[in-house]
Each structure stands twice: as C-alpha cells, then as structure tokens.
C-alpha cells in the first residue's frame, strides 16, 4: 500500500524531547486495528525528559514498566493509570536515556478528542501496543502531512497531574495549539 504521507522515522525522534514535542503539534496520529483507520491532528503533547525529571516514570529507576523508556526512539511506550485509563507516549532521545512524549490530544473530523485516556480510548490503544515501532507503519504511528504550525500558534503550559513531581510540575513541558 502507498501512502501519500510521511511517516516519522527514528531518526525524527532521536532529538531533543522538548524539540520533538513542539514539533508534534500539527502531525497526525494514525491508528490501523484491522477494520478501519483512524487519524486525527495531535493538538497537545507533554514531554518528560530523563531520569532527573520528578514527573518522569523513570526517575524512580528502570522497572519492568519503565524499561521501555530506555528503548530505541520511536517506539511506543503504553501504560494503565488509575486501573482503567491507557496512556500513549513516544520514546525520544537515544536508548538507554529514558524520555518521551505523551499525546495528549487530539482532533479527529473537526472535533476534540481531549486527555490521554479519551484518546487512547477512541483510537483502541492499550497495553497490546506498548513497545510498538511506530515508525514502521503498521498500527500505530505519527505521519506529517505538510501541516506547519507557526510559533505564535503554541501555547506552552505547566504538565498536568504531577503535583508529585515538586518543581518539576511547574516545568513548562505541555505544548498546545492555542
């Protein structure tokens, strides 16, 4: 199958998180599940960015949930909050240094599909997707269709829901269309 768009590579993600994440805004998150496509426009993003950052899972050390975040960039990194809401970030920077963006939302036809766990749940994301290469397209991954936002159009926020994170929370790591 040929397709009209590019689809992100490794080397995309293989950059500074704080880059990648800002470069999200206006990219489109494809979602293959076998009975049809789903793409919508990514409209917010949150970095988390090594081990220092309180807010990032893996400041707490490499566990069996986090060692994905050690992975090559590109692949995906899903995981369960609150035991019922998933989750989808992209793993940035090179391996073994743990960082990633989470998409936070999205818009799909014209409408907003906003929070991680709303999106994840329109587009069938969860656990079976963790550790997917999405630059291989099949699944799931980021394509850029020619969408360029101008600066003057990102709104940069604190992250939301880190309040355990101390200074970290006040970061201002959350990207959005404004």
Known sequence: MKRRHRILSKSYFNRSTLVVAKSLLGKYLVRQNGKE??????????????????????????????????????????????????????????????????????????????????????????????????????HLWIEDRGLRVPQAQVGTFPRIGVAYAGSWAEKPYRFRII
Do not use: Q, W
Not at 91 to 105: D, N, S, Y
Not at 106 to 119: M, Q, S, Y
């Open 37 to 138: 496509t789903i793409a919508g426009k990514i409209v917010e993003v949150e970095a988390y960015v090594g081990p220092h950052d309180l807010a990032c899972h893996a400041s707490k050390g490499r566990t069996l949930r986090t060692d994905v975040l050690f992975g090559p960039p590109g692949i995906s990194y899903v995981y369960l909050i609150y035991g019922m809401y998933h989750c989808l970030n992209v793993v940035t920077e090179r391996a073994e240094f743990p960082a990633a963006v989470l998409i936070r939302a999205l818009e799909i036809d014209g409408a907003l599909v906003d929070g991680p766990g709303r999106l994840c749940r329109a587009l069938d994301i969860d656990l079976s997707l963790n550790r997917l290469d999405m630059t291989a397209g099949r």
